[in-house]
């Protein structure tokens, strides 16, 4: 994870933190934390985090964590020591690589976890027409879900998810053009609309001829675009 992620982050957590701790007969208790010292070492910082995330319900738990980071890195703070921390995130992220690890691990264990305890959980949209994974999701805010859809794996960024939709139809519309595996059957309509200069006399004909595979599914994709592949073909030939 990047300081740019990280900051992103940690402003979601800001926002979407429960104020109070959420009904207790819906969660397990949050444990007593337990410190060694006021600024503990990154092993000790770990240790007394042994039901982490779970112990972190409310932005008070959120801001104690926040504080542990800020003194294992010598930040001071005076009122939000998770805001110091996001503001934070460039310089930190060039200091101790093991560190920052770990706390971007936390960040992100975190996030799961009060996404889940506040009722906010990211939006799986589906695949990416860039990267071809089913990884494009949309974070959760305050106020609903974030405006740009991104995909996880490549980190593609649409302005909105009807942008992303366009996107995805159009490559649905690249692979439809160029399938062929048999049967995929498809309605006249569908045909037309997929391939414009088809038209319904001009299938009938081609299925007249046996040019095509038709049954009571409708028309075989592949072998109306074999027959399409066939006509260009023969076109750039007697040129």
């Known amino acids: 994870m990047n300081a740019k992620t990280a900051t992103q982050h940690l402003i979601t957590l800001r926002t979407i933190t429960p104020t109070t701790t959420p009904d207790t007969h819906l969660h397990s208790p949050a444990p007593t934390r337990t410190h060694t010292r006021a600024t503990p070492t990154l092993d000790q910082h770990l240790h007394a985090h042994q039901n982490f995330p779970h112990n972190i319900r409310a932005l008070a738990d959120l ?51 009060i996404t889940h305890l506040a009722g906010y959980t990211p939006r799986h949209l589906g695949p990416c027409p860039i990267c071809k994974t089913r990884n494009v999701t949309q974070n959760p805010t305050k106020n609903g879900y974030a405006a740009k859809p991104v995909c996880e794996n490549c980190k593609t960024t649409w302005q909105t998810a009807s942008h992303w939709k366009q996107s995805l139809t159009a490559l649905e519309l690249r692979a439809l053009k160029t399938w062929n595996t048999p049967g995929l059957y498809l309605k006249c309509q569908e045909l037309t609309r997929l391939h414009p200069q088809l038209s319904a006399p001009l299938l009938a004909k081609w299925k007249q001829r ?9 028309y075989d994709l592949a072998s109306v675009n074999a027959r399409i592949a066939r006509e260009h073909n023969k076109k750039y030939d007697e040129r």
């Open 210 to 218: 046996d040019h095509i595979i038709k049954t009571e599914h409708g």
């Open 63 to 113: 801001n104690a964590w926040a504080a542990e980071w800020c003194a294992q890195y010598g930040l001071t703070h005076h009122t939000d020591p998770l805001i110091r921390l996001a503001h934070e995130t460039p310089v930190l992220e060039e200091r101790d690589p093991h560190m920052w690890d770990t706390l971007t691990r936390e960040i992100t264990r975190i996030l799961a976890h």
